[in-house]
């Protein structure tokens, strides 16, 4: 059974901590994405990656940034963390010819 | 960037048929892909079009049309437990979603 396992699903921070959150897949896939989802503005693209140590940016990468490392691994990183982070995190991954994506059973961050 | 179009709600009642329409227009097109998210799961991945015309799945069907930038999913049959998001998402050389569209099933 496939999986997209992400490392915590309920995470409360203070504002300006950093913050990591990590997503791990089994899939042996290319590309993984991190989303975050807020009510009625649906999934929004943070940053994704096509390989180890390459990163793009998604389209609101303002305060993230990432590492890949390892292919299996991605973090999202919040450098320091503002109450207008707080949201619903999504990891997902897809084979490099395939782009259905896996995704992971979400992070639900607060930022108090 | 991409601009990813569909509506906000839709109601129907158990055991009839309901048609979500998505339209987008990206720089580039490699495919569309329509994903189904009960609340507080994540997205699950329910059909894929690339080429123009309709893909038939069990209860659920999709289709695309590349020229008119236009996808829809139809859901028949409608069962209580298809009450969730359904979203719509465009690959290009990203994965880009619409905001989605909740779906009620109605006894």
């Known amino acids: 059974d496939v999986k997209v396992t992400q490392s915590s699903r309920y995470l409360v921070k203070r504002t300006g901590e950093k913050v990591f959150l990590e997503c791990v897949q089994d899939m042996d896939h290319e590309n993984m994405f991190w989303y975050r989802q807020d009510p009625g503005l649906g999934l929004r693209l943070i940053y994704f990656s096509y390989d180890v140590k390459m990163k793009e940016k998604g389209d609101i990468p303002e305060g993230y940034s990432v590492s890949r490392e390892k292919k299996e691994r991605f973090s999202l990183i919040l450098e320091s963390a503002s109450t207008n982070q707080t949201s619903m995190y999504l990891c997902?991954?897809?084979?490099?010819?395939?782009?259905?994506?896996?995704f992971g059973q979400g992070t639900r961050l607060t930022v108090v | 960037g991409q601009n990813i179009d569909q509506p906000t709600e839709m109601t129907a009642t158990e055991g009839a048929i309901v048609q979500i329409n998505c339209t987008y227009q990206?720089?580039?097109?490699?495919?569309l892909f329509w994903y189904q998210q009960h609340a507080g799961e994540a997205p699950t991945f329910l059909s894929y079009?690339?080429?123009?015309g309709l893909e038939e799945k069990g209860r659920f069907s999709s289709f695309l049309s590349r020229s008119k930038g236009y996808s829809y999913l139809l859901l028949k049959e409608l069962q209580m437990k298809d009450s969730a998001s359904y979203l719509c998402?465009?690959?290009?050389?990203?994965?880009?979603f619409g905001a989605g569209t909740t779906v009620t099933v109605r006894a």
């Open positions: 997902a991954s897809t084979a490099l010819t395939k782009a259905e994506a896996f």
């Open positions: 998402a465009v690959w290009v050389y990203k994965l880009s």
């Open positions: 079009n690339v080429l123009d």
């Open positions: 990206t720089s580039g097109f490699n495919g």
